[in-house]
Each structure stands twice: as structure tokens, then as C-alpha cells.
């Protein structure tokens, strides 16, 4: 089994809403600050939210305050990520991640290069069209 998958993808209109799902094997998602990515064609990899593993602090990237939610089902081994208001930059493939030592912060801002996270889900397409 891949460590993180990801779900809940797929195509929407613009204003639409979609939830993401990133379910975690073989390791307990609270012991890891876990985050979205995303990826549009030709750009490149970008942080959309991170959530803390300790004290469940959160990151938003400025393009999607206000419109997307991260949240955590310890029960599930689960982090979900509620986007509302979709736009069409908004379109891109989406990844999560996990890593146990930096801020959520530096985790979003990818202030480390991609191959120093734990581990990478593989990704699950979102696009935002009419």
C-alpha cells in the first residue's frame, strides 16, 4: 500500500466546490504535519494548506484564504481539504504530503526541495471549467 493517497478529484464549474481526501497507511497522520500541493501545467509544484501535527496549526496560501479548509479525522487516518468558490486558476493536479520536523509554514512555503518530505501521495486531478 503507497503511504498517502489521495482522492476526490474530478472536473467542476467555476464557483463549485470539491473535497479532497488524503488517507494515510502505515503511519498515524497526528504524528506528521501533513499538506496539500497542487501543480498546473508548465508551473510549478505550490502550496495550498498544511495543517501542524502537534497543535493543529494551520497554513493557507493568500490565493486560497477564505475559500479552502484543511481539517484532520484522526479516526479515519484521514486529512481532508474542503475547496469552495473553485476558480479556474484553482485547476491543477493535487498532492498531499507529510513531514514530521518543520513548521507548517516552511512545510507550505517549500522552503525544502520536494525529495526531503516523508512521503508524497500521487496526486489527484482537480480542473475548474465551464
Known amino acids: 500500500q503507497l503511504p498517502l493517497v489521495e482522492s476526490g478529484g474530478g472536473l467542476v464549474q467555476p464557483g463549485g466546490s470539491l473535497r479532497l481526501s488524503c488517507q494515510a497507511s502505515g503511519f498515524t497522520l497526528e504524528d506528521s504535519n501533513i499538506g496539500w500541493f497542487r501543480q498546473a501545467p508548465g508551473k510549478a509544484r505550490e502550496g495550498v494548506s498544511c495543517?501542524?501535527?502537534?497543535?493543529?496549526?494551520?497554513f493557507y496560501a493568500d490565493s486560497v484564504k477564505g475559500r479552502f479548509t484543511i481539517s484532520r479525522d484522526s479516526a479515519r487516518n484521514t486529512v481532508y481539504l474542503q475547496m469552495n468558490n473553485l476558480k479556474p486558476e484553482d485547476t491543477g493536479l493535487y498532492y498531499c504530503?507529510?513531514?514530521?520536523?518543520?513548521?507548517?509554514?516552511?512545510?507550505?512555503?517549500?522552503?525544502?526541495?520536494?525529495?526531503?518530505?516523508?512521503?508524497w501521495g500521487q496526486g489527484t486531478q482537480v480542473t475548474v471549467s465551464s
Open positions: 495543517i501542524g501535527s502537534t497543535d493543529d496549526r494551520m
Open positions: 504530503a507529510s513531514e514530521r520536523d518543520w513548521t507548517v509554514e516552511k512545510m507550505c512555503l517549500m522552503t525544502h526541495p520536494p525529495e526531503w518530505y516523508d512521503h
